[in-house]
């Protein structure tokens, strides 16, 4: 393995400065904690001492992985690995179950096998689970040196070849390039250029790409100029958008809605490396937004999204110390402490790997690390690089392993702490109808979480000095049918919010932190952006009748006309006594919007008994009764 070989040698100088850096570390933090042993360090969230593996007895291999479930509702992995020596090499797809205890099953299953004559002409890629049908589970795609294959995830098991698109790739990813349907499609990077092959959502891949002439190295489909939820109410959703790296540079291109990318670039960011050996697109800063992490040997550099309408070239977080930066970094974004933001964890030459913790202010993460892993621990053989890596809960109880593929195995370090409490939940305001009266709808994101069984929702109410419980669902939207929320006009000129915040709870009834909180006003004329929201953009639902009801009713001595209009109109209300009198004119102008509104009736110089209100807007018309009791 000359090619190892010499990168071993490349790092016996940085192995000795690391050594020596250690050790003089790790004097001082004895030192440091004897002076004050109360003091805690940083938590360690992943456990070298605790290893799941994988071994394929396979000689110089290369070997690349997807999680997703196959014939447990965990996560299993699905392996491509090329094996061989300089006459003959072997190219094989094997999956393989997680037993559920932080270890892989002793069975490896194989699912496709070939052999060739050199090992360079059947070289794998990339493999990556992508959604190609529904009511199923996710099937795998292969990309090779020559071809695109399709195998797909049928009764617990991976089936044999469905698809073989004769096309050669260098790098493999997947996104919804169209997002009018809930299926992914994939996009493959050639010498010549980019491809992205459609899915016919059928289980099958069209054959006819779409090709872009951009000189790419690594590639992502990920939404840059929107907000990165898909299921957010209010959000006009747009397709996925293309980022990839050419050189030090990171290129970005939107979706032009029309299978294409727009003609001028979004961002053409110089990062000022002279490679990029990974690059991730993934929310660090809680926005809502996918902002851009690029990183190699010498650099790590996170540039921040402006809510979608710009990134610009100066990085908004950057890392230069080459004590805490392996050699040839591979880059997973993961909440491996829980709180909500994204951690950072990157993994190189022989397994070393440094975990930076997000601390949830405008630096982002500190200078050093707050984990580190690597050779030293002896997880991965020396003199080896990594292939892949991907971070996830492997148990479904919450914990964040890391999963990594080298040579011949694939091993998973697995959390400290296998069952954590949730990350506080994603919450929207929306408001819907609801028998005529607009009310507000909570709109919840679980942040994927495998290991979820409910919200808690939490109101603090008018009046009201701490957040009292309200209710719960283990669906996606809460409606709180006890108040009205005003998107209209004609009503009290002394206005109140209330406000609302969420918690997740997982399977073992372990509770998270609060979610952000969102307020509603219900005495105004329009549902305000609250500074503590997440999201400034609303989608207010329409009346679509016209609809009227008083309440209270019976009333002492007033009470509240509230009515709602599909369009805008001359309204006029006029309430009368039981022989027909005219008592008031409560609205009579003309209503520029469709919306909800509301009146104040008084009837406090009136005697008890029953009256009627008449509404009429436009071909509408309307009586109700309302009785005075005194």
């Known amino acids: 393995m000359p090619f190892f070989n010499n990168i071993k040698k490349i790092k016996m100088k940085k192995h000795l400065k690391i050594s020596l ?12 904690l004897s002076q004050e ?22 000689q110089n291999p290369r070997n690349f992985f997807s999680l997703q479930e196959i014939s447990t509702s965990r996560l299993d992995v699905a392996s491509g690995l090329i094996t061989g020596d300089n006459n003959l090499s072997y190219r094989y797809g094997n999956w393989i179950s997680n037993v559920g205890s932080g270890q892989f099953s002793n069975t490896i299953n194989q699912f496709y096998s070939q052999v060739y004559t050199s090992l360079n002409d059947n070289r794998y890629h990339g493999v990556i689970s992508v959604k190609l049908r529904s009511g199923t589970k996710k099937d795998i ?31 493999i990813e997947k996104g919804r390039f169209n997002h009018q349907d809930d299926y992914e499609d994939v996009i493959i990077v050639q010498s010549n250029g980019i491809k992205i092959y459609k899915n016919d959502y059928n289980g099958y891949l069209n054959t006819s790409p779409y090709s872009f002439s951009y000189n790419a190295t690594l590639v992502k489909l990920k939404q840059i100029d929107s907000y990165n939820d898909e299921y957010v109410i209010g959000v006009n959703l747009n397709k996925d958008d293309l980022i990839f790296t050419n050189g030090g540079n990171v290129k970005i291109y939107l979706n032009d809605g029309n299978n294409g990318f727009q003609s001028s670039a979004f961002a053409d960011i110089n990062t000022g490396l002279n490679t990029i050996t990974d690059i ?27 809510s979608g309408s710009s990134i610009d070239g100066t990085a908004d977080y950057v890392l230069t110390n080459t004590s805490y930066l392996p050699y040839l970094p591979k880059l997973t974004i993961n909440d491996f402490n829980k709180d909500g ?65 080298y040579g011949g195995f694939i091993k998973m370090m697995n959390a400290s702490n296998m069952n954590p409490a949730p990350p506080p939940p994603v919450i929207h305001k929306d408001v819907v109808v ?40 283990s669906g996606s939207e809460y409606v709180d049918n006890t108040e009205n929320v005003y998107v209209g006009g004609e009503v009290p000129q002394v206005s109140a919010t209330i406000y609302y915040k969420v918690t997740m709870v997982d399977n073992s009834s372990q509770e998270s932190d609060y979610s952000k909180q969102i307020g509603y006003t219900i005495q105004g004329n329009y549902i305000p952006d609250n500074s503590n929201e997440e999201l400034n953009t609303m ?62 009736f008084n009837g406090s110089n009136l005697s008890s008994g029953l009256y009627f209100y008449t509404i009429e807007a436009g071909n509408f018309r309307e009586t109700k009764k309302m009785l005075l009791i005194k």
């Not at 042993?37 to 396979?58: C, M, Q, V, Y």
């Not at 190189?348 to 200078?367: I, M, P, Q, T």
């Not at 991965?380 to 990594?404: K, P, Q």
């Open 21 to 32: 850096f250690v050790l003089l570390f790790a004097f001082m933090a004895t030192f440091v």
């Open 37 to 58: 042993e109360k003091e805690e360090g940083p938590p360690t969230l992943l456990n070298p001492s605790d290893i799941g593996s994988i071994n394929f007895s396979a």
């Open 539 to 600: 989608n207010f639902v329409k009346p679509e009748n016209f609809f009227s009801t008083n309440y209270p009713n019976p009333f002492n001595p007033s009470t509240k006309i509230y009515y709602t209009i599909p369009k805008g109109d001359m309204v006029k209300i006029t309430v009368y006594n039981t022989v027909g009198q005219v008592v008031d004119v409560l609205v009579n102008k003309f209503h520029s919007n469709a919306g909800a509104y509301e009146v104040n």
């Open 341 to 405: 933001y994204n951690d950072i964890l990157m993994v190189g030459y022989e397994g070393e790997g440094f975990l930076f913790v997000n601390d949830k202010s405008s630096s982002l993460y500190s200078s050093a690390p707050n984990q580190s892993i690597g050779y030293t621990q002896g997880w991965v053989s020396t003199g080896v690089g990594v292939d892949n890596i991907e971070s996830a809960d492997m148990y479904n109880t919450g914990g964040i392993a890391l999963v990594v593929s």
């Open 141 to 171: 795609v292969t990309a090779q040196s020559e071809d695109l294959r399709v195998f797909w995830n049928d009764n617990n098991t991976i089936s044999s070849q469905q698809q073989n698109i004769n096309v050669g790739s260098t790098y």
């Open 434 to 473: 609801d028998g005529g009266f607009l009310r507000p709808r909570l709109i919840l994101k679980n942040r994927d979480e495998r290991d979820f069984n409910k919200y808690k929702i939490y109101k603090l109410d008018t009046g009201q000095v701490s957040y009292q419980y309200l209710g719960e669902t």
């Open 280 to 306: 991730a697109v993934e929310d660090v800063n809680n926005d809502g937004f996918n902002d851009i992490i690029v990183v190699n040997e010498s650099n790590l550099k996170v540039y921040l999204n402006s």
